[in-house]
């Protein structure tokens, strides 16, 4: 038997009209999620863009730039 449900807060929640017997053995697997419907890579494409204002050795030098420790 196939099934397909959806996680909510972290449960497998199946459709409504589906039971399994207690104690059944199940595998779960996820689906192939495209790209552009993954809430990560979403997140990471809006964080992931240039910063033109910060100095281009700014990770580099994040000590110098927050605490004004010397340059490497």
């Known amino acids: 038997m196939s099934?397909?449900?959806k996680v909510k807060n972290g449960v497998v929640v199946l459709p409504a009209n589906v039971t399994?017997?207690?104690g059944a053995a199940v595998r779960v697997?996820?689906?192939d999620v495209?790209?552009?419907d993954d809430p990560l890579v979403s997140a990471v494409?809006?964080?992931a863009r240039p910063r033109p204002h910060l100095p281009k050795d700014y990770a580099l030098n994040h000590g110098?730039?927050?605490?004004?420790?010397p340059r490497k």
């Open 3 to 5: 099934v397909t449900g």
């Open 20 to 22: 399994l017997p207690e």
């Open 45 to 47: 494409r809006r964080l």
């Open 64 to 69: 110098h730039s927050v605490r004004g420790e």
């Open 34 to 36: 495209a790209p552009e």
């Open 29 to 31: 697997e996820t689906l």
